[in-house]
Each structure stands twice: as C-alpha cells, then as structure tokens.
C-alpha cells in the first residue's frame, strides 16, 4: 500500500475532516502526544506504549511520549531495583525531552504515588505543549497525567484518543474504588463521550464503554500488539497432536496471568 500525501486537512469541533481524491482516504502523518503514567506498567499491557510509538514512527508520524518520574513499581522491591536506572534517567529532565528507546519522552515531576501519581504541573505543562500536536492518545485511565491531558485536549479542542485498558471493568474499577469514583465524576463519566476515539482490547471492554455512554461508532477495538520474536519455537511438543487439530498455520498460544486474588480457582 502506498501512503499518499494529504492535500488539505482541517480540525473542526474535535474531528479531523480529511478529504478523498480518486476513491482513496490521504492520510496526514500526525505529531502525536502519547500520554502514559510511567516507561512500564502494572499489566500485561504494559510493553504497548513503546511498541505501538515506534511502530507509529516507523510509518512517519512523529511520536513523543509525556509521562511521570513515579516508581510506578512501589510495592515490589525487585521490580523497583529493576526500574530505578530509567526513574533516574527521568527525574534529572523533568520537562525536558530526552531520548528513551529512540522515542523523545518528556517526564514531569509525581508528588502524590497514592493519589494517581499526582503531578502538580501536569495542567499548566499541558496548556503549555497541547496545541503543538494534531492529537492526544492517553494510554491506561485513572492516572492524574492522562485524566489531565484529556481535560485540557478537550478543552483546547485538541483530538484525543483514550485506551482504558480494562481499567473500566469491575475488578479492575473496585481497586481504589473512592478514588475512582471521585475520578468518575470529575473527569470519566465527562471525557468517554468527548474523545474523538476510544481504543478497545476486546468485546468485554466494548461493552463497558458503551455502558458508559459512548458512541459505539467511535469504538475501534484494536487487540494488544505482539512481537513475534518474542514467540520462536524454542522446544516442538506434540499440542496440536494432543488437542487434534490440524496444523495448516502458525498459532500462538498466550498464558493467562490470573489474578488469584479474584480467580482462586483458575489454572494455568
């Protein structure tokens, strides 16, 4: 497929209107502000910040990543350690750009860990840089920066994209659940229905959003990304034999990590 340049592009009431010629969609490449709590998370969702950034830059956008210095791992001291030389890296440029992984990544500074990882600056920063970027993608929810950043976007009538990340189903929302409910109405219950898309990993999630008012035609549910080279074939087992299936394509077949806490009686 051939990206074609775009030939005129406006913004209005919080859409980007792109125009056709000869039957095919010209697609601008976009300055995106990417938008995340911290460089690694508390979930298996955790590695798609960087790995759909650079696959966004590898296609021409221009991607810069706005986080927080928190220890997004406070509460396990081996993950903590592990973490430390990138908070380091993070806390000596705080509102300044620097270069993690090749992607431009600016962190600002968290006051509060328990409180959403509190960042006082975030809403004057964000005032500050909004404006230079075609569109806001703010990756998990009840985290102050993303909260804020989606505020401001919709504010300044900047496109913002929300990827909850599950964040909106029941187990996930009864951890901290008055926090999040004092969230809600400050910011959920009035940004679901502003973003100009909301990302889903998943019908469950679907559901979710729609349950919380949002126009389903603006739901895109795109699954987690993978790496294949992070699934080579490093031992051959007799599993297609065992459960009889033919094998005529590659699958890959993904653990579950069951929160014991809620599932006692998974196995894995």
């Given at each position: ?110 006051t509060i860990h328990e409180f959403g990882m509190y ?71 009035k940004l679901i229905s502003k973003a100009g898309a ?71």
């Amino acid at each position: 497929m051939v990206r074609k340049r775009v030939l005129h592009i406006n913004r209005t009431e919080n859409k980007y209107v792109i125009y056709k010629k000869a039957n095919l969609i010209l697609v601008k490449y976009m300055k995106i502000l990417a938008v995340n709590f911290g460089m690694s998370g508390f979930a298996g969702d955790s590695n798609q910040l960087f790995t759909i950034t650079k696959n966004l830059i590898s296609q021409g956008h221009e991607v810069t990543i706005v986080t927080t210095d928190a220890n997004v791992w406070k509460g396990d001291l081996e993950k903590s350690k592990q973490y430390s030389e990138i908070r380091g890296i993070l806390r000596s440029s705080i509102e300044k750009s620097i270069k993690i992984n090749d992607v431009p990544v600016i962190p600002l500074h968290c006051t509060i860990h328990e409180f959403g990882m509190y960042c006082p600056n975030a809403k004057t920063f964000a005032k500050k840089i909004i404006k230079d970027y075609d569109v806001v993608h703010v990756f998990n929810w009840y985290h102050h920066l993303g909260m804020t950043f989606a505020q401001v976007s919709n504010e300044e009538k900047v496109p913002f994209v929300i990827s909850f990340y599950a964040t909106l189903q029941e187990k996930g929302h009864d951890y901290k659940k008055f926090q999040k409910t004092i969230a809600d109405s400050i910011y959920t219950k009035k940004l679901i229905s502003k973003a100009g898309a909301l990302h889903s990993i998943g019908e469950l999630e679907t559901q979710d959003y729609i349950k919380w008012g949002a126009d389903p035609k603006k739901i895109f549910r795109v699954d987690n990304v993978i790496s294949l080279n992070d699934y080579q074939i490093t031992k051959s087992t007799n599993i297609f034999k065992r459960l009889k299936v033919e094998k005529e394509e590659d699958y890959i077949y993904r653990k579950p990590n069951w929160n014991r806490k809620y599932f006692p009686r998974t196995h894995t």
